[in-house]
């Protein structure tokens, strides 16, 4: 069951990112599915997880692997279908899951009836349903580059797209596809859905003067640097809507901005985002330097606004942090540690807990336009290939498939799964790891030490980043309740640490 120590639930779970197409394969046909993902959701109720976001499952061309929506309100029948969905959402509730989707409110499909529609005509009812133009300004889209806006034969048009041509964007100043939005939340929320995680939000308000941007001169695509007011008008009626449902239903923003200080106006005041995803240690290496600046920017601009943080290290659209961290085991494991102890709502990305890296891709294997396909690699579940998945998965596996699939750890006390089972054990019975403050503690230069603490609970977190032993001396007895590599828990700790070992003291 979800974490309780307070209400909302959000605040002290873990939520784990399913990518539906690579997490299980019920019909053999190599691509994941809605059924595959019913059948295990035992191991995620084992992991000890909280919540499950899925990436899109609705009907799509997958020209950006779902995000390119054609229909809001049913399932693709590459995943299954809308009695499969409220199967999932009844299952993982009676197992204490809460249900996240991926809600996309920028863009559609342009095979969405709406665009259709938008394009038969300039006096079709639904033409400013999107943007469209006579002459295009300056503005950048992201993955493939270029323009941002794309000719229209048939109505002598330009139309807006901050994504690949295929996924126009709506007009969110139109009231009707504001109503229509919002239909599609009340869709999702009536069918038990515990909130969604919404895509690029920041992108939905756009500059009404269509005015050229300098920026996009240097490259800069829009969606890394959109940032317009009418885009928390917005949020501000999603949020109304949301919290209009029992049950503490979520809001988890994708601003896709670079700054914490932007990105923390997105909560508003405490009446838009619940909270929203925080970039940076996704593109972090292994340095203490970097994460440590990632963490106090991340106390300094939200911890005054008592907006709550997230922290994630992986997802579908970057490398894996062990491939980013120099393909390194040990310090991906200790990665873990920091993960799931700081401040905020974690989460993480499915595979993690076996300690996967990015899939080689070739041109013959290559799917995703953007280049991201590394990440998002089938899950092996078994040691023999197929490693549980039909004869020809839709994408190649990681390295050490075989030694890394669950099977093979499922009974192996030193695993990466078994460590993962016991940190989100241990955050579970603390309130200091869940809800409680944090305090930066004094270390030496490659080592990150902070304290947690709620209360009467308190845990002291150390990290070593460098690949030599230091000392990290306490003036109090501590016991050494997880360790990154298994060792000494239990005994009391020795005031040094290993070469890249992460520690949860406990007194």
């Known amino acids: 069951m979800p974490n309780s120590f307070h209400s909302p639930w959000w605040k002290s779970a873990v939520v784990y990112q399913v990518y539906p197409r690579s997490f299980a394969d019920a019909n053999g046909d190599g691509v994941g599915d809605l059924a595959g993902l019913i059948t295990r959701l035992d191991h995620l109720q084992r992991l000890g997880v909280d919540a499950l976001w899925l990436s899109p499952i609705y009907p799509s061309p997958m020209c950006d692997a779902g995000y390119d929506i054609c229909d809001y309100t049913d399932v693709d029948p590459l995943f299954g279908s809308l009695a499969d969905l409220d199967e999932l959402i009844a299952q993982a509730h009676e197992r204490g899951l809460k249900v996240l989707l991926d809600f996309v409110p920028n863009h559609t499909s342009d095979q969405h009836p709406w665009f259709i529609e938008s394009r038969a005509s300039r006096d079709n009812p639904r033409r400013d349903w999107y943007i469209w133009r006579d002459q295009p300004n300056n503005w950048r889209a992201s993955i493939e580059g270029g323009s941002a806006w794309t000719w229209d034969e048939t109505s002598q048009q330009y139309y807006l797209h901050f994504f690949l041509p295929q996924q126009p964007d709506l007009n969110w100043h139109h009231p009707q596809v504001v109503a229509a939005m919002h239909q599609v939340l009340h869709f999702w929320l009536a069918r038990g859905v515990d909130g969604f995680r919404v895509d690029v939000v920041h992108c939905v308000g756009k500059d009404?003067?269509?005015?050229?941007?300098?920026?996009?001169?240097?490259?800069?695509?829009?969606?890394?640097?959109?940032?317009?007011?009418?885009?928390?008008?917005?949020?501000?009626?999603?949020?109304?809507?949301?919290?209009?449902?029992?049950?503490?239903?979520?809001?988890?923003?994708?601003?896709?901005?670079?700054?914490?200080?932007?990105?923390?106006?997105?909560?508003?005041?405490?009446?838009?985002?619940?909270?929203?995803?925080?970039?940076?240690?996704?593109?972090?290496?292994?340095?203490?330097?970097?994460?440590?600046?990632?963490?106090?920017?991340?106390?300094?601009?939200?911890?005054?606004?008592?907006a709550w943080p997230t922290w994630v290290l992986s997802n579908h659209d970057n490398s894996r942090h062990r491939s980013r961290y120099g393909g390194s085991l040990r310090r991906a494991r200790a990665a873990a540690v920091m993960l799931l102890t700081l401040r905020g709502t974690p989460f993480i990305y499915q595979g993690e807990e076996l300690g996967l890296e990015d899939t080689v891709v070739t041109a013959r294997t290559r799917v995703d336009p953007g280049g991201?396909?590394?990440?998002?690699?089938?899950?092996?579940?078994?040691?023999?290939?197929?490693?549980?998945?039909?004869?020809?998965?839709?994408?190649?596996?990681?390295a050490d498939a075989d030694v890394l699939s669950v099977q093979a750890q499922e009974s192996a006390a030193d695993s990466t799964l078994a460590l993962y089972r016991r940190l989100l054990a241990c955050r579970r019975r603390s309130t200091a790891l869940c809800l409680g403050d944090w305090e930066e503690l004094p270390s030496h230069p490659q080592v990150l030490a902070y304290r947690r603490h709620h209360e009467a609970d308190e845990r002291l977190v150390c990290i070593n980043f460098a690949d030599s032993e230091h000392a990290f001396p306490l003036a109090t007895p501590w016991r050494v309740e997880i360790a990154s590599d298994g060792q000494g828990e239990g005994q009391p700790f020795s005031g040094r640490l290993d070469p890249e070992q992460a520690l949860i003291l406990c007194r």
């Open 372 to 398: 991201r396909d590394g990440s998002r690699a089938p899950l092996p579940w078994t040691v023999q290939a197929p490693h549980g998945w039909g004869p020809t998965p839709w994408l190649p596996f990681a």
């Open 208 to 306: 009404q003067s269509f005015a050229d941007d300098p920026r996009c001169l240097a490259g800069e695509p829009m969606v890394k640097i959109n940032d317009q007011p009418y885009s928390h008008e917005v949020l501000r009626g999603l949020r109304r809507l949301v919290d209009s449902y029992p049950g503490d239903r979520v809001l988890i923003g994708e601003v896709n901005i670079r700054s914490t200080a932007r990105v923390a106006a997105y909560y508003g005041a405490s009446d838009e985002l619940h909270m929203s995803f925080n970039f940076p240690p996704l593109d972090a290496p292994w340095d203490p330097v970097v994460l440590r600046m990632c963490i106090r920017e991340v106390e300094a601009d939200l911890g005054p606004l008592q």
